[in-house]
């Protein structure tokens, strides 16, 4: 008797011990004491040093100096010997806001240096020139680049393989947001917003939903503790227990924004070759080129109603041929720009050795940057590349499925997502994502309503877009604009950051 009661008193107290733990990974101000070794403090990732070589202008330095840098290991706390370390460049807003954006670039496999540097970060390049981004988003909000998933270009694991669906990127991922906002402490509570673009359309979605499933289970262990700690008051005299508010150490999600989405294959892969013979008379098509897209078009249709993979070959096939077809020859323009179509009739095409990403590359490789960014760890990649081929390849094989059918059900819940398109952009294109969107169902109806709203914005830059307000869904149609919508309409993208902030 006297032996069972002591067992009884000894699982009363492990009981109120791990109770107490794990109040202390949810309270309000999120602490989580195990990490406290285990990750560095905020200041430790402030950028300095010799990187200004490559910023020449004060105004660019300034924002440098105030940035942070570096890499979060999002390996398991409980064994040090594992590294799993996701590059981040994070820029605290040049306003006082509780707006955080975090921003993915696509690929799947290209850092978010590529957002940083020519989408809508605070710094752009133009051939060896780096300058201030008079439309950087981080005049609006906080704005953070992660570089995701492993091997993706600054990030690295010791004991990871390459991720080969959404669920392995989208858990590395939660575990970083909750890490970083756990090392910005000021950043706890403020709105997070997911954004990027083109294969970010997979990967947001899925990750959104998973913080989502996340905060649900944390407060529902903030409640199971409050009535279990109930309980042991009953048994322990003088015991008491701070309730924990519902929304401790929770991720509070704001917008969906995906710019230019690869979202629903089946529709988008079938509409690169109508959106192509928009401009047959500017390719230059002749009736064998037509006869033989024609072909591709058919093979893939037989593949994209077999499954939903977000890469087939033969689908991809059909942009590849466009853009053989102009190499060498002197009577068509000079190139097939799948990210502009317009630029490429200019004769501006998209080359990672050309001018403007081999300063980059040069910059992201030189010892003074790893340094000034804390990427010279041992065990770091030994080189930057934008965009990693062994990264795409192991998400070729994703069974994770289309994300549509999660953008329909966080549509269904009551969330904000914002889609925009470039009217010149062949990757993403504006008929596929259309197409998509009117296959979709959310909120008891299929496509939009005959009750969504339609609004024509005109920007400071003259060009105009097309906002489509409907059950929790916006979308931008960009009317001067590629695949990089901030990069080549700078007006556009704060268009967008609007929506997405005031979402």
Partial sequence: MLGSSIWLWLGLAWTVAWVDHVAAATNGSWSMPWLDDYLPDAESYRVTGPIYDFFFYPDVQAIVEKSYAGYINVGPYSDPSVVSNLFFWYFPAEIETNELVVYLNGGPGCSGMVGLFKVNGPISYDNWDFFPNPYSWHKKAHVVYVDQPFFTGLSYSNTANYAKNEFQVSQAMYTFLRRFLYIFKDLQGARVHLAGESFAGQYLPFLYN?????????????????????????????????????????????????????????????????????????????????????????????????????????????????????????????????????????????????????????MANSAYFRAATHTDAEGSPAGFTPCSSPVQSALQVDGSGASRRIIEQLLDSGNSIIL?????????????????????????????????????????NGGTSTVVRDRGLTLIQVSDAGHYIPQDNGPAGYLILDQVLAG
């Avoid at 994209?304 to 020859?329: H, P, Q, R, W």
């Fill in 210 to 362: 998973t913080i989502q499933v996340r905060n649900q289970a944390l407060r529902g262990a903030s409640s199971w503790m409050s009535t279990f700690a109930e309980l042991i008051a009953q048994y322990i005299p003088g015991y008491t227990f701070t309730a924990v508010p519902n929304d401790s150490g929770i991720i509070n999600l704001g917008a969906l924004l995906v710019m230019s989405p690869w979202f629903s294959p089946r529709e988008q892969y079938m509409s690169n070759l109508p959106f192509i013979l928009q401009f047959q008379s500017e390719f230059g098509f002749d009736d064998y080129d037509i006869q033989y897209l024609t072909q591709i078009q058919a093979a893939c249709q037989n593949q994209v109603s077999l499954n939903e993979k977000t890469y087939i070959d033969v689908c991809e096939a059909i942009i590849g041929y466009v853009s053989a077809i102009f190499m060498g020859t002197t009577d068509r323009p000079q190139c097939m720009n799948a990210y502009n179509v317009q630029a490429g009739f200019k004769g501006v095409c998209t080359d990672t050795t050309t001018t403007g990403d081999l300063s980059l590359l040069i």
């Fill in 420 to 460: 925009a398109s470039g009217a010149y952009d062949v990757i993403s294109n504006h008929i596929g994502i259309q197409r998509a969107l009117a296959g979709m169902t959310w909120g008891g109806e299929t496509g939009f309503s005959a009750t969504a709203s339609y609004a024509n914005v005109t920007m400071s």
